[in-house]
């Protein structure tokens, strides 16, 4: 069964908007095979921050849960003048996810996930950072940890 944990870290941002990134842990597991497992989390355009997993597709199912805005003042193109990049810290991420440790502008939606389809456990560890466009320095930063596991019993 998956389970959301959140701690916001909140900062200041620039132009009144307030930047905020939480830490999120993502964890799937399943006791039986076979299965595809998955957990991943999105920052999206509009402001918010998703997370999800699947016990049936490699395709994480995303949902909104209330705190998790890395926006203030969310909208459709509010992303429009920011960056977000995963910077890796243990593992890696699966087939699918956008690039690690690379500024990637939040004119579209960004994903990050595990999947799993062996016994066994896919973690990835990373640091989640949110800045303005031309800013050298992140606005704020969380800690990101997904876990897909499969134990036979």
Do not use: C
């Not at 990134?21 to 999105?42: E, L, W």
């Not at 956008?98 to 500024?103: E, I, M, R």
């Amino acid at each position: 069964m998956p389970s959301f944990q959140g701690a916001m870290l909140g900062v200041i941002g620039a132009g009144g908007l307030r930047v905020t990134v939480n830490d999120h842990t993502v964890q799937n597991a399943i006791t039986f095979a076979p299965a595809t497992v998955s957990a991943g989390i999105k920052a999206n355009r509009d402001g918010n921050i998703q997370t999800g997993s699947s016990t049936t597709n490699v395709n994480p199912t995303y949902s909104n849960v209330g705190g998790r805005e890395w926006a203030s003042i969310p909208g459709a193109t509010v992303g429009d003048d920011y960056e977000v990049r995963m910077v890796t810290g243990t593992g890696t991420v699966s087939t699918g996810s956008d690039v690690l440790d690379t500024w990637l502008p939040l004119t579209s939606d960004r994903e990050w996930k595990v999947t799993r389809t062996t016994s066994g456990a896919k973690v990835f560890t990373g640091t989640l950072e949110v800045r303005k466009v031309g800013d050298t320095a992140p606005l704020d930063s969380g800690a990101v940890s997904l876990t897909a596991s499969i134990e036979i019993v």
